[in-house]
């Protein structure tokens, strides 16, 4: 396994379109997290599945994020009608316990322009 | 409400020299990670720990549970250790990481 990997590393869209973001997890970890991270910022959390369970939403995924996880093992991030201040990396993370080390993606590099 | 907080904010110094980072935490843990960022974005899983002291190499990380504050050293600082440092937090009954804003450190040669 070569950890967690993410698709694409870089997208650049123009305002209003809509993206979708892909992470593939170790594949045994049941847990899986996304992050966003502004510049010069600490990530920040935005949703928690445990296998195809989203548990946990954060706030700050509007009405126009959806994540999901339909098998337990990768999962999507869309963003609809993107605006400038989705601009950001998103980053993915997965381990396999609550209280264990936690494994990142390189993450996704959003551009809206 | 569950928050982390990082100091320095930036930290330069020259090749060879003792570097700390201070984490503070706001309310009790199951457990401290620190982070290593480079340019490009990847993050990689330095310790965690919830108790004591660990090291690995020239990095070494300790928490005090009491006072609710954990350090990560490096000796012998190099170039390549030039790299955003990040704590994050596990809080108890939470399942997500809560990040500090991060250090961005400099090792000049």
């Known amino acids: 396994d070569t950890g967690v990997s993410q698709d694409p590393r870089h997208k650049i869209t123009k305002r209003g379109q809509n993206v979708t973001f892909r992470c593939d997890p170790i594949?045994?970890?049941?847990?899986l997290y996304w992050y966003r991270q502004t510049l010069g910022q600490g990530p920040e959390f935005l949703t928690y599945?445990?296998?195809?369970?989203?548990?946990?939403k954060s706030r700050l995924l509007s009405d126009r994020f959806s994540a999901e996880r339909p098998k337990g093992s990768f999962s999507t991030l869309e963003i609809q009608r993107t605006e400038q201040g989705d601009s950001a990396m998103y980053l993915c993370?997965?381990?396999?316990?609550?209280?264990?080390?936690?494994?990142f993606g390189q993450g996704t590099r959003l551009t809206v322009v | 409400k569950n928050e982390v907080e990082q100091s320095p904010q930036n930290l330069t110094a020259q090749e060879g020299e003792f570097i700390t980072i201070n984490c503070s935490y706001s309310v009790g843990i199951s457990a401290l990670h620190w982070l290593q960022q480079h340019p490009g974005g990847g993050i990689v899983s330095l310790f965690m720990l919830s108790s004591g002291k660990k090291k690995h190499g020239r990095l070494i990380a300790t928490i005090n549970i009491q006072e609710k504050h954990s350090s990560l050293h490096i000796t012998a600082s190099h170039p390549r250790d030039s790299a955003v440092y990040i704590c994050?937090?596990?809080?108890?009954?939470?399942?997500?990481?809560?990040f500090g804003q991060g250090t961005r450190l400099t090792i000049n040669p």
């Open positions: 599945f445990q296998n195809e369970a989203q548990l946990e």
């Open positions: 993370a997965s381990r396999s316990q609550a209280n264990t080390e936690a494994f």
């Open positions: 994050a937090a596990s809080f108890q009954g939470a399942q997500k990481l809560v």
């Open positions: 594949s045994e970890h049941n847990r």
